[in-house]
């Protein structure tokens, strides 16, 4: 097999992006033909089918999600080397995943100096738990994540990012939770299965043999708050996230025993994948930590 063209990498790559040979020939700036002979050229090159016909549109076969994995990485590293060459200044996208919390809490002035000191970096923010946040940096769908302990950490580099003090959080018209006896049978809001707090707050049930009567899932903590207060049940919460809510007032706010009140969060990439935007990222981080 020759060797992957770049251009013909591209070419794929649009008619993925856009759905079609005419739309990725109008975004390519090139005449359908030609998007269409690379196309075939490169299916040729490779003795597999990269797309398939579905309600007149092209869509990716197995094999074409699999190339197109590749690709985008291959294109990425192509536009950072070259600017590396020229100037040796972190260029060109830098995808991040994040949980929520972290997102809400903790990254703004961070991205905001990242942005001052490298504003020729564009940042893409991909929000989700940490187990599936994990999950995408080892598929290569995203170059690094914040997430928390636990996590699934096989393959991956790790440097520690924050330390959370979490809380839980009951409604006012509740009594205290001192311990898990105090729950009951009521119900746990959370996050969906793979959220690091979510097994932090099973595991401090756990511990006494507790189980929730039922587990609510939601996907922002602004749900998750608003449900505690009405009463539906109880959540962990990081401190933090209540600052930034204003929430401290509208929830009863108690202490998790022990080292389930603590969740260190890290910044996690592949080894090898360390690119010079994720190397800008992590110095910053550092930097701020003091």
């Not at 509740?174 to 119900?187: E, F, K, T, V, Y």
């Not at 202490?255 to 190397?279: E, F, I, K, N, Y």
Request: net charge positive; glycine share 6%.
């Amino acid at each position: 097999m020759r060797n992957l063209d770049l251009d013909a990498l591209q070419i794929f790559k649009a008619v993925a992006d856009q759905g079609g040979v005419a739309r990725a020939a109008a975004h390519l700036n090139r005449v359908q033909s030609n998007v269409s002979t690379r196309l075939k050229q490169l299916e040729a090159s490779l003795e597999a089918p990269l797309f398939r016909r579905q309600n007149r549109r092209l869509v990716l076969s197995d094999q074409g999600r699999v190339l197109l994995s590749y690709a985008d990485r291959l294109l990425r590293l192509a536009d950072e080397a070259q600017a590396a060459v020229r100037d040796g200044s972190p260029q060109g996208v830098l995808r991040i995943g994040t949980m929520e919390s972290t997102a809400a809490a903790r990254l703004p002035p961070i991205l905001a100096a990242y942005h001052a000191a490298w504003p020729q970096v564009r940042i893409e923010l991909v929000t989700g738990t940490s187990a599936a946040l994990a999950a995408k940096v080892r598929s290569y769908e995203i170059e690094a994540a914040f997430v928390a302990q636990p996590f699934p950490s096989e393959g991956l580099a790790a440097v520690d990012a924050f330390k959370e003090e979490l809380a839980l959080i009951s409604p006012l018209a509740w009594d205290p939770i001192a311990s898990p006896r105090d729950l009951g049978d009521r119900s746990v809001i959370a996050f969906a299965s793979g959220c690091s707090y979510r097994r932090i707050l099973e595991s401090w049930l756990n511990q006494e043999g507790i189980a929730p009567g039922k587990v609510m899932e939601f996907a922002s903590y602004h749900a998750i708050v608003a449900c505690v207060a009405a009463g539906s049940g109880v959540a962990i919460v990081p401190r933090s996230v209540l600052a930034v809510l204003g929430a401290e007032h509208t929830v009863r706010v108690g202490a998790l025993s022990g080292s389930h009140g603590r969740a260190l969060t890290q910044l996690v990439w592949r080894a090898d994948d360390d690119t010079p935007a994720l190397q800008a990222l992590r110095h910053k981080l550092q930097a701020l930590q003091g």
